[in-house]
C-alpha cells in the first residue's frame, strides 16, 4: 500500500456527554436536545481550540440514520449552524452506519491529501432515544440488508450478533467465551467511570462480574445467546475533532505535540448482501486492520492503546483475534487474563468503548479518534493510561454493520 503523500494531523477533539439510559439527567419522558444541539456543542467545542470558524477550509458530518430517528436529512446544512463563520464553506456528509463517523474523518483526510483543504472541521453525531428501542432495532436493521429484515431477530443487530456468540460457543465452548464476554464488560465500565462524558460515568455497581453472571442469556426475553450486558448503549451524542496539514497547524496556533499525526489507514468493504464468511472471525476488521499497520510501517506490538468497535462484547473478543493479539478462539481467554483492561498488555476502549462510554451511531468514529488524541497527547485525565516510548502508537477500528464497512486508522503524537 502506498504511503502518504502529505502529512495529515488531527487535533482540538471535543465530545459531548453519551446521553441515555445511566445518565441522570437521562428522563425518557421528558424533552431532550435535539440533534442541532448535539452538532452545535461538539463542533464549537472543536472551534474554541483551534482560533475559530475562520481558520476551517471545510466541514465533514458523519451520521447514520437522522432521517429516520430524527425526521431530519441533509446535515452539512448544520455546519453552518455551528457557527456563522462556517456559511459558504464546503461541507460534507457521510453515511456507512455505524462507521458513518470514522467515513467523515475519512473525508477530512482526502480533503487534505488533495490539497482543497488545510484544516477540516470533522463531527459525528447520533440521537436516537426518540423511540423505543423495539422500534429503533427495525430502524437500526437498516444497517444490514435489509431484504433479511423479516427474516432476523425482532432485535436485528443483537440477534445477528448472538449468532456469531452461538458459533463462538459452539467451537470453543460457551462457559469459556463467556468468561473472556464478562471480563470485557467489566472492563469497558470501570474504564467509563473514569470519563465525565461517558454514559456510564456514573455506574456504581459493587460486583459488576455478580451482575454479569446474574444475567443469563435467555432467548425468550431477548436473545438467545447474549445478555443486555454485553450490547452498546442507546445514546445521543457528538463528538467533533480538526483534521489538518502543517500549514493547518500553523494557521490554528497548534503545536505538533498537541496533536496526532496519521501515519496509516485503510477502509474495507464487504458485500451487504452475502452472509460473513465465518461467523467466528471479523474478516473485513482484520483486513483493514492489517493494511493500516502495513502503510504505517509498523505491527501490533508497536501499538500502545487501541478503540476497537465493541457494539458487542463478542465483537470486542473477536477483534483481540483479528488483530493478531490472540490465536483464533483465544480472544476470550485473552481478555478473560486482564489483557486488554487499562493495566494490560494492550488497553483497549480507555473511556469504556460502545459499551461502557455509549454509541450515538454516526459519532462513534469521530469519538474513537478523540480518545486517541486524548491519550497520545496526555489529555486523558483520569482515564490516561501509559503511553510506552517504544510503543507510541494508537489505532481506532470503527465498524459499519455486521462487519461490511470498517475504517482503521492508526496514529502517534505529532511531535514523534
Given at each position: 500500500?502506498?504511503?502518504?503523500?502529505?502529512?495529515?494531523?488531527?487535533?482540538?477533539?471535543?465530545?459531548?456527554?453519551?446521553?441515555?439510559?445511566?445518565?441522570?439527567?437521562?428522563?425518557?419522558?421528558?424533552?431532550?436536545?435535539?440533534?442541532?444541539?448535539?452538532?452545535?456543542?461538539?463542533?464549537?467545542?472543536?472551534?474554541?481550540?483551534?482560533?475559530?470558524?475562520?481558520?476551517?477550509?471545510?466541514?465533514?458530518?458523519?451520521n447514520f440514520m437522522a432521517a429516520r430517528f430524527n425526521k431530519q436529512g441533509h446535515l452539512a446544512g448544520f455546519i453552518p449552524y455551528?457557527?456563522?463563520?462556517?456559511?459558504?464553506?464546503?461541507?460534507?456528509?457521510?453515511?456507512?452506519?455505524?462507521?458513518?463517523?470514522?467515513?467523515?474523518?475519512?473525508?477530512?483526510?482526502?480533503?487534505?491529501?488533495?490539497?482543497?483543504?488545510?484544516?477540516?472541521?470533522?463531527?459525528?453525531?447520533?440521537?436516537?432515544?426518540?423511540?423505543?428501542?423495539?422500534?429503533?432495532?427495525?430502524?437500526?436493521?437498516?444497517?444490514?440488508?435489509?431484504?433479511?429484515?423479516?427474516?432476523?431477530?425482532?432485535?436485528?443487530?443483537?440477534?445477528?450478533?448472538?449468532?456469531?456468540?452461538?458459533?463462538?460457543?459452539?467451537?470453543?465452548?460457551?462457559?469459556?467465551?463467556?468468561?473472556?464476554?464478562?471480563?470485557?464488560?467489566?472492563?469497558?465500565?470501570?474504564?467509563?467511570?473514569?470519563?465525565?462524558?461517558?454514559?456510564?460515568?456514573?455506574?456504581?455497581?459493587?460486583?459488576?462480574?455478580?451482575?454479569?453472571?446474574?444475567?443469563?442469556?435467555?432467548?425468550?426475553?431477548?436473545?438467545?445467546?447474549?445478555?443486555?450486558?454485553?450490547?452498546?448503549?442507546?445514546?445521543?451524542?457528538?463528538?467533533?475533532?480538526?483534521?489538518?496539514?502543517?500549514?493547518?497547524?500553523?494557521?490554528?496556533?497548534?503545536?505538533?505535540?498537541?496533536?496526532?499525526?496519521?501515519?496509516?489507514?485503510?477502509?474495507?468493504?464487504?458485500?451487504?448482501?452475502?452472509?460473513?464468511?465465518?461467523?467466528?472471525?471479523?474478516?473485513?476488521?482484520?483486513?483493514?486492520?492489517?493494511?493500516?499497520?502495513?502503510?504505517?510501517?509498523?505491527?501490533?506490538?508497536?501499538?500502545?492503546?487501541?478503540?476497537?468497535?465493541?457494539?458487542?462484547?463478542?465483537?470486542?473478543?473477536?477483534?483481540?483475534?483479528?488483530?493478531?493479539?490472540?490465536?483464533?478462539?483465544?480472544?476470550?481467554?485473552?481478555?478473560?487474563?486482564?489483557?486488554?483492561?487499562?493495566?494490560?498488555?494492550?488497553?483497549?476502549?480507555?473511556?469504556?468503548?460502545?459499551?461502557?462510554?455509549?454509541?450515538?451511531?454516526?459519532?462513534?468514529?469521530?469519538?474513537?479518534?478523540?480518545?486517541?488524541?486524548?491519550?497520545?497527547?496526555?489529555?486523558?485525565?483520569?482515564?490516561?493510561?501509559?503511553?510506552?516510548?517504544?510503543?507510541?502508537?494508537?489505532?481506532?477500528?470503527?465498524?459499519?454493520?455486521?462487519?461490511?464497512?470498517?475504517?482503521?486508522?492508526?496514529?502517534?503524537?505529532?511531535?514523534?
Amino acid at each position: 500500500m502506498s504511503k502518504l503523500r502529505r502529512k495529515i494531523y488531527m487535533a482540538a477533539g471535543y465530545n459531548t456527554i453519551s446521553m441515555g439510559t445511566g445518565r441522570k439527567e437521562f428522563n425518557p419522558k421528558k424533552e431532550r436536545p435535539g440533534l442541532e444541539h448535539y452538532i452545535k456543542e461538539a463542533g464549537q467545542g472543536t472551534l474554541k481550540q483551534i482560533g475559530g470558524a475562520k481558520n476551517v477550509d471545510e466541514g465533514a458530518i458523519g451520521n447514520f440514520m437522522a432521517a429516520r430517528f430524527n425526521k431530519q436529512g441533509h446535515l452539512a446544512g448544520f455546519i453552518p449552524y455551528i457557527d456563522e463563520e462556517l456559511q459558504w464553506k464546503p461541507c460534507t456528509r457521510t453515511e456507512g452506519a455505524c462507521a458513518s463517523g470514522a467515513l467523515a474523518l475519512m473525508s477530512g483526510m482526502k480533503s487534505v491529501l488533495a490539497e482543497t483543504a488545510e484544516v477540516v472541521l470533522t463531527v459525528g453525531v447520533e440521537v436516537q432515544n426518540t423511540m423505543k428501542a423495539i422500534y429503533g432495532a427495525d430502524v437500526l436493521a437498516g444497517a444490514g440488508w435489509f431484504k433479511n429484515r423479516k427474516n432476523g431477530h425482532a432485535y436485528f443487530f443483537p440477534g445477528q450478533f448472538s449468532d456469531r456468540a452461538k458459533a463462538y460457543y459452539d467451537k470453543y465452548g460457551m462457559e469459556y467465551a463467556r468468561k473472556g464476554m464478562k471480563q470485557w464488560f467489566i472492563n469497558a465500565m470501570e474504564n467509563a467511570r473514569l470519563c465525565p462524558t461517558a454514559q456510564e460515568y456514573e455506574n456504581t455497581t459493587g460486583d459488576l462480574g455478580a451482575l454479569y453472571d446474574g444475567m443469563v442469556p435467555n432467548g425468550k426475553t431477548f436473545v438467545d445467546s447474549l445478555n443486555v450486558l454485553d450490547c452498546s448503549k442507546v445514546s445521543d451524542g457528538a463528538s467533533s475533532i480538526a483534521i489538518m496539514s502543517e500549514v493547518g497547524l500553523q494557521r490554528c496556533g497548534i503545536p505538533k505535540n498537541q496533536a496526532v499525526e496519521v501515519v496509516g489507514y485503510a477502509q474495507v468493504e464487504r458485500n451487504i448482501t452475502n452472509d460473513p464468511p465465518d461467523k467466528t472471525e471479523l474478516t473485513a476488521i482484520k483486513k483493514a486492520a492489517h493494511k493500516a499497520m502495513e502503510m504505517a510501517g509498523i505491527s501490533n506490538k508497536e501499538l500502545a492503546t487501541i478503540e476497537v468497535h465493541d457494539c458487542f462484547s463478542i465483537a470486542g473478543i473477536l477483534s483481540t483475534e483479528a488483530l493478531g493479539f490472540a490465536e483464533k478462539g483465544k480472544g476470550a481467554q485473552f481478555v478473560a487474563d486482564r489483557n486488554t483492561a487499562r493495566d494490560g498488555k494492550i488497553p483497549i476502549n480507555t473511556t469504556g468503548g460502545l459499551i461502557g462510554w455509549g454509541h450515538p451511531t454516526g459519532g462513534t468514529g469521530v469519538h474513537q479518534a478523540v480518545t486517541i488524541w486524548e491519550q497520545l497527547t496526555g489529555k486523558a485525565g483520569e482515564a490516561q493510561v501509559n503511553i510506552p516510548s517504544d510503543r507510541p502508537y494508537g489505532m481506532s477500528i470503527n465498524m459499519g454493520g455486521d462487519d461490511v464497512t470498517v475504517v482503521a486508522i492508526i496514529y502517534k503524537r505529532g511531535d514523534l
